[in-house]
Nanobody
Framework: QVQLVESGGGLVQPGGSLRLSCAAS????????MGWYRQAPGKQRELVAR???????QYAASVKGRFTISRDNAKNTGHLQMNSLNSEDTAVYYC????????WGQGTQVTVSS
């Protein structure tokens, strides 16, 4: 069973940056799209960024211009560079295929607060 492990979250001040990482135990991202999702307290999980197997990217309007998604198919890893963070970015962040078909990992907590 493929496992997903997210890392890189933490507490950051408004305007700060974080780089999230995603590692998959299997090669699920080799021929599939990959997405970064987040779930804020009391809200549904939402897709914030996606990257196709060919490298095309799309972003939610709320993060466009601030977040950058990338992937390394050979290493079965992905990253989400997050800049100019604000309090509305506070959430647990998850990676998965796009659309998701693997069991969700634990996620990594991102807290933006002064």
């Amino acid at each position: 069973q493929v496992q997903l492990v997210e890392s890189g979250g933490g507490l950051v001040q408004p305007g700060g940056s974080l780089r999230l990482s995603c590692a998959a135990s299997g090669s699920i991202f080799s021929h599939a799209g990959m997405g970064w999702y987040r779930q804020a307290p009391g809200k549904q999980r939402e897709l914030v960024a996606r990257i196709s197997s060919g490298g095309s990217t799309q972003y939610a309007a709320s993060v466009k211009g601030r977040f950058t998604i990338s992937r390394d198919n050979a290493k079965n890893t992905g990253h989400l560079q997050m800049n100019s963070l604000n309090s509305e970015d506070t959430a647990v962040y998850y990676c998965n295929a796009d659309p998701p078909f693997v069991s969700w990992g634990q996620g990594t907590q991102v807290t933006v607060s002064s």
